[in-house]
């Protein structure tokens, strides 16, 4: 490869790399290279030099994920209903499809002429 000048590649440092795995449970990569000062495709280009930069965010992520996901089932198991529906909703294909129906009073509305400013409901 014939160097052609211009700016030096990016290298992460070893403490940018332990800020990689921490934000990476928060972050998105784009998000990160904003963090980090670069473009995305400057991102990208350090994950294919830096391997273990792609290896530290996936680990990091799936990792807060694991715990994220092991407090929502104990909420389920505790019986709590918007946790259950949400699992339900995005891990089982569970639909509400149900229609539900009330009976809603009739409202009745009287006017007087009399006094046009003033109305009985």
């Known amino acids: 490869m014939v160097d052609k000048?211009?700016?030096p590649a990016r290298v992460l440092s070893e403490l940018e790399i332990k800020q990689?795995?921490?934000l990476?449970?928060?972050l998105t990569k784009t998000q990160l290279a904003d963090f980090f000062g670069?473009?995305?495709p400057t991102w990208q280009k350090i994950e294919q030099r830096q391997p273990e930069v792609s290896l530290i965010y996936k680990k990091a992520k799936a990792e807060k994920?694991?715990?994220v996901v092991d407090k929502l089932f104990d909420l389920c198991?505790?019986?709590?209903?918007?946790?259950i529906m949400f699992f339900l909703k995005t891990q089982a294909q569970w639909r509400e499809t149900e229609i539900q129906t009330a009976d809603i009073p009739r409202l009745q509305?009287?006017?007087?002429?009399d006094e046009p400013d003033k109305?009985?409901?």
């Open 77 to 83: 198991l505790e019986g709590n209903a918007a946790c």
């Open 5 to 7: 000048g211009g700016r």
């Open 109 to 113: 509305v009287v006017v007087n002429n």
């Open 65 to 67: 994920i694991s715990q």
């Open 20 to 22: 990689v795995a921490t």
């Open 119 to 121: 109305a009985a409901v």
């Open 24 to 26: 990476a449970p928060k």
């Open 38 to 40: 670069v473009s995305f």
